[in-house]
Every structure is written in C-alpha cells, then in structure tokens.
C-alpha cells in the first residue's frame, strides 16, 4: 500500500539556521504517527513541508501520493491542519470560522454535527477571543476537520492546557483516527506521544534519531528501572549495588534511588531494606520515552 506520507532526505535551512537537517520517514494510513522533539529541534519546519507551507531545499517529500509544493491546491482540500501558531480574529463567531473555512474547500461535511462532537454546540454565538483554551484548541480541530480530510496534521494541539484538557484532547485524537484518518502529531510532550502514538520519529536537530514504536523505543535500548524510596536511616548503597539485578544506587538526602533491570529488582531491594533499616515511599519506575531521549542525547528534553 502507499504510504500516506513519506520524506525522504528533507532539508531547510533559513539563512544559516539549519533547521531540519536530514529528517527521512513514511507513514502508513490510519497510524497516529508522532513527531517528538525539543524545542527549536525543526518538527514545525518538517510538518509545514508536509503541507506546503515551507519549500524544502533538498529531499522528497509526497502526502497521498502528492508534490505538496506543486500540487498544493489538490492536496489542501484532502489533509486537515492545525497549526501551532493558529490564531483567529477576535470577534469572529465559532460559527462565521465554520462557514469562512468551509468556503475554501470544494466538498465540506455539516458543521453542525462537528459542533456537537467537539463540544462546541453551545458557543456557536460566542466570539473567538471569548472561548477558553481547550475551547479554542477543539475549534481549530473542528476546522481541520471541515473538510473531511484522509489526513490530519496537528502541531502541539495541547500546549498550553491543563492537565485535564490535555488528556480530553488526547481521547479526541483518538476519536479522529477511529474515523478512518491518519493524524500526524507534533509533540514536545513525551508522555502525550507514549499514550497515543502507534509510531513515532524522536527528532533533535534537524536529525531523526530514533523511529519506532513507542514501547519498542524503550524496550529496545533495555534501559534499567528505577525503585525509589526514602529512609532517615543510614543506607548501606554498596549492599544494594551488590545485589545481582542491580546497576546502580544513587542517595540524594533521604531519597534513594536504585537502577536495574530483571524480575527480581524490587523483591530483591525490599527484602535487602527489611533486613536492614526502615523505609518510606517505595515506589518503582518503568523506563520511559524520557529515559529514551536522555540515553540517545545525553540531554533532557526540556533544558
Ligand atoms: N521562518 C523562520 N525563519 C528563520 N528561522 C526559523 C524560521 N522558522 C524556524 N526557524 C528556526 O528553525 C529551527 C527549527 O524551528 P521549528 O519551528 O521547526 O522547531 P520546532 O521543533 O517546531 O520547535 P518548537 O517545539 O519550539 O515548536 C529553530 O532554530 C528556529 O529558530
Ligand atoms: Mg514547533
């Protein structure tokens, strides 16, 4: 089958910023395909060559089969966008932005509809700059979804929500792709793209330095786990590294941290700690997308 979206070798500099260096994936339809990264790492500069939006300076890049530098107009009335920077006028009514966007595209569904599956039914009057965050956010997602479109391009649809808008959008993200669309995600958030992405491309300077799934990613660099506990007592940390399943054990005031890997970490460090001292807080911690990244950059991804 054709990939829905495939890049090969893209480059774009702007000026003597090289902002994507060399970024090459294809995604199938009906993936919830990440593109993770941290700031200034050039996800926006990938996704806006996806549509047209920016010209690459070398490198292939095709959406449903499509030159999205030469056949923009085609492909924009099949993909939908939401973009980063997205911004409406401040007066306009939810409505007015449904009947202006409808009216670029040759075949729209009903908004109506769109209204009530996005929550938005009761703010049809309500004027743009009057709607919440999560409000805006579900707007601009009804909007790129106006046109019925085979893929769906959303650059960090959640920055700037709370915790609890952010995981309503994520079941929205989902939703969008158990309609039969392809969603293409642009996230600095590591655990949004661990929660819904099938595939993901980690990219970090213009380079993609890891393509997977998420839980092949971490289970394929074998990273250790980490049981974490407090204790006022004096810790013996040289009893816990001599343990077999145990790499490292790390004390920062009264927080300990012990890193490993096999069945045996935990019973093996608890049955340690109740033959020795007391304890508080014990708590275990699965490597994750995070852990991921450090290993691969050296770096955090939020510095
Ligand atoms: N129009 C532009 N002109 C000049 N430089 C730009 C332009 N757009 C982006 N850049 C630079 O290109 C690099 C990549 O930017 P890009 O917006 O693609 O990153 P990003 O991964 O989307 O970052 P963020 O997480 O902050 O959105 C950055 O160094 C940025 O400053
Ligand atoms: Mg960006």
């Given amino acids: 089958m054709l990939p829905i979206v495939e890049v090969q070798n893209l480059r774009k500099t702007y000026g003597t910023t090289v902002a994507v260096d060399?970024?090459?994936?294809?995604?199938?339809?009906?993936?919830?395909?990440g593109i993770l990264g941290p700031n200034g790492a050039g996800k926006t500069t990938t996704v806006e060559s996806l549509i047209g939006l920016r010209q690459p300076d070398r490198g292939k890049v095709r959406v449903l089969g499509l030159d999205p530098q030469r056949e923009r107009t085609a492909l924009a009335q099949r993909i939908g966008i939401q973009l980063q920077q997205a911004n409406l006028a401040d007066r306009l009514k939810v409505w007015e932005a449904l009947d202006l966007f409808?009216?670029?595209?040759?075949?729209?569904?009903?908004?109506?509809?769109?209204?009530?599956?996005?929550?938005?039914?009761?703010k049809r009057d309500t004027a743009f700059v009057n709607l919440s965050g999560g409000q805006k956010q579900r707007l601009f997602i009804a909007l790129a979804l106006l046109n019925d479109p085979e893929v769906v391009f959303l650059d960090e649809l959640t920055t700037g929500l709370d915790p609890q808008a952010r995981r309503n959008t994520w079941k929205l993200v989902q939703e969008i792709r158990a309609q039969g669309k392809t969603v293409v995600l642009v996230t600095h958030f590591m655990d949004e793209a661990e929660a819904l992405c099938d595939r993901l491309a980690i990219i970090d300077r213009g380079k993609v330095i890891a393509l997977d799934r998420p839980a092949a990613l971490v289970r394929g660099l074998g990273?250790?786990?980490?049981v974490i506990f407090e204790s006022d007592a004096g810790v013996n940390l040289a009893d816990l590294r001599a343990l077999p399943q145990v790499n490292q054990a790390i004390q920062n005031g009264q927080r300990v941290t012990v890193y490993g890997k096999g069945d045996g970490l935990v019973s093996g460090v608890?049955?340690?700690?109740?033959?020795?001292?007391?304890?508080?807080?014990?708590r275990t911690e699965q490597p994750s997308l995070e852990d991921v990244f450090i290993h691969l950059t050296g770096r955090q991804i939020r510095e």
């Avoid at 060399?22 to 395909?33: L, N, P, R, Y």
């Avoid at 608890?270 to 014990?282: T, Y």
């Fill in 22 to 33: 060399d970024v090459s994936f294809s995604i199938q339809a009906g993936e919830i395909f």
């Fill in 102 to 122: 409808g009216s670029f595209y040759t075949r729209t569904v009903p908004w109506q509809p769109l209204l009530e599956q996005w929550g938005l039914a009761e």
């Fill in 223 to 226: 990273l250790d786990s980490r």
């Fill in 270 to 282: 608890v049955k340690e700690l109740e033959a020795h001292i007391s304890f508080q807080n014990l």
